[in-house]
C-alpha cells in the first residue's frame, strides 16, 4: 500500500528555521497536507493543498513541493510550536488517504 | 459553526465489538467526505477509510479493508466506525474527521473517542 515518508525527528533553537520533510511516489499529481498534533488535542491543519496557510495560521508557516517531496519549513520557529507534525496525501487512484510516520519537532 | 461530536469513551473485551458514532452539525452531512483516523498509543495517525453520507460510496484503506466497517444515516447526520473481535491492538484514539470539498484538507475534526481492550 502507498506510504509517505518522514523523519522521525527534527530539533531547531527558538528563532531557527525547521524544516520537516515528507516523500512519496504520488506527490507530484497529488497535494499535501500538514497537520500539527499537540498532546491531549485533536489535528490542526497548518498547510493545505500543498502551501496554503489557512486563516489564523502564522506566517512563519510555509509548505512546497517539488517531486516526490514535499516540505513544511517554520522560519523562526517558536518553543510553542514544538508539536508532532504529520503530512497527509492521497494515493494515486484518489481512493484513500495516507498520513506520514509523523515528525516530532523539539524546540530548545 | 461546522462540528463534529463524537460518542464517549469505551472499555472493551478482547474478542467484544464495538461501534462508535460522529454526528455532524453545522454543515450539510451529506454533501462532505468523512473519513475515520486511529491513533494508538504513542503512534502516528492513521487513515482507515472515509464515506460519502449522500450516497454511502466508502473507500477503506488497505491496511484496514475487511477490518472495519464503516457507516452513515444520514437522516441523523451521523457516521459509524464498528469493528469486530476486539483485540488488545484496537486499543486507540478514533477520530472522525470531515474533509474539504474545496480544498481537500480534513478541516474539521471530532474530539476523538478512547478505546480501551482489556481483559
Known amino acids: 500500500s502507498y506510504e509517505l515518508t518522514q523523519s522521525p525527528s527534527v530539533s531547531v533553537s527558538p528563532g531557527q528555521t525547521a524544516r520537516i520533510t515528507c516523500s512519496g511516489d504520488a506527490l507530484p499529481k497529488k497535494y499535501a497536507y500538514w497537520y500539527q498534533l499537540k498532546s491531549g488535542q485533536a489535528p490542526a491543519l497548518v498547510i493545505h493543498e500543498d502551501s496554503k496557510r489557512p486563516s489564523g495560521i502564522p506566517e512563519r508557516f510555509s509548505g512546497s513541493s517539488s517531486g516526490t517531496v514535499a516540505t513544511l519549513t517554520i522560519s523562526g520557529a517558536q518553543v510553542d510550536d514544538e508539536a508532532d507534525y504529520y503530512c497527509y496525501s492521497a494515493d494515486r487512484s484518489g481512493n484513500y488517504g495516507v498520513f506520514g510516520g509523523g515528525t516530532k519537532l523539539t524546540v530548545l | 459553526e461546522v462540528q463534529l461530536v463524537q460518542s464517549g469513551a469505551e472499555v472493551k473485551k478482547p474478542g467484544e465489538s464495538l461501534k462508535i458514532s460522529c454526528k455532524g452539525s453545522g454543515y450539510s452531512f451529506t454533501t462532505y467526505w468523512i473519513g475515520w483516523v486511529r491513533q494508538m498509543p504513542g503512534k502516528g495517525l492513521e487513515w482507515m477509510g472515509i464515506?460519502?453520507?449522500?450516497?454511502?460510496?466508502?473507500r477503506y484503506s488497505p491496511s484496514f479493508q475487511g477490518q472495519v466497517t464503516i457507516s452513515a444515516d444520514k437522516s441523523i447526520s451521523t457516521a459509524y466506525l464498528q469493528c469486530s473481535s476486539l483485540k488488545a491492538s484496537d486499543t486507540a484514539m478514533y477520530y472522525c474527521?470531515?474533509?474539504?470539498?474545496?480544498?481537500?484538507?480534513?478541516?474539521?475534526w471530532g474530539q476523538g473517542t478512547l478505546v480501551t481492550v482489556s481483559s
Open positions: 474527521a470531515r474533509r474539504s470539498n474545496s480544498s481537500g484538507a480534513i478541516d474539521c
Open positions: 464515506i460519502y453520507p449522500g450516497d454511502s460510496d466508502t
